[in-house]
């Protein structure tokens, strides 16, 4: 899902971009420089304090509208300003590649891996990560590859095929992907339909199978406590 929001080709491409909008060599290192530590701070700094306090689910879903809004933006200074001598509008370009940098690595680049592993099965985690780790680089690769050409072809519309892309994925996160914010392995299997087996904490031992069951955290004095309640 990530690459397909043209982060990599945005990342890897920004000093051509630079270069585009007229700036001089030392003026795109800069840049580039600069680039990367807002990355990291607000890859750092959200993942800290917003992961568990915010929501998987909101934090994916802002930043996905984030990153349409922002590509769609940077694609129409990029438009008006590339051939232009505005200084100022050229920055209203950067700002947007900026702006890009902070809503993604704040937003879904760590928070993307984080619910793809709360959300699987145990017994299938390592299998399906390592799979979607290596869909990723490849999905990476190709759109990587074809940056160059696209830019040199369609120039800013290329950000238009990671709208679309990245248009979808907020529509299947809406609709299908549920919180998972300080919820147990249990709730969260629960949370997408899955038959759990239940203990009764009253009777040592007993398990009863097949229940369909959401997990409910109690309003009581101990929040560890949970009822089961039988579904359907």
């Known amino acids: 899902m990530t690459s397909l ?33 807002v990355t990291f701070l607000s890859n750092v700094l959200t993942t800290r304090y917003l992961a568990d306090q915010w929501g998987r689910r909101n934090m994916i879903l802002t930043g996905l509208s984030g990153v349409i809004l922002v590509e769609i933006y940077t694609a129409v200074m990029q438009r008006r300003f590339q051939d232009s001598s505005s200084a100022t509008g050229k920055g209203f370009t ?6 890009f940098a902070v809503i993604y690595y704040g937003m879904l680049n760590s928070t993307t891996w984080l619910y793809g592993a709360e959300v ?11 799979i979607a780790s290596a869909s990723h680089f490849i999905v990476n690769v190709a759109v990587t590859e074809a940056g ?16 679309c892309c990245t248009t979808f994925f907020l529509i299947m996160a809406y609709f299908f992907f549920p919180e998972t914010r300080q919820q147990t392995l249990e709730e969260i299997a629960a949370a997408f339909g899955d038959d759990i087996v239940a203990a009764d904490p009253g009777k040592p031992g007993s398990l009863t199978p097949g229940i369909k069951a959401h997990l409910v955290v109690d309003n009581g004095t101990s929040i560890d406590h949970h009822e089961i309640r039988r579904v359907g």
Do not use: D
């Not at 929001?5 to 051509?16: D, E, K, L």
């Open 5 to 37: 929001t043209g982060v990599n080709v945005i990342q890897y491409y920004q000093t051509i971009l630079y270069r585009s909008l007229g700036m001089s060599p030392s003026t795109i290192l800069a840049l580039a420089g600069v680039h990367g530590t």
């Open 94 to 99: 950067i700002l947007g590649i900026y702006l």
């Open 120 to 130: 699987l099965p145990i017994a299938l985690r390592n299998k399906i990560m390592g």
């Open 148 to 163: 160059p050409t696209a830019f040199a072809k369609i120039r800013e519309n290329y950000y238009y095929v990671f709208v």
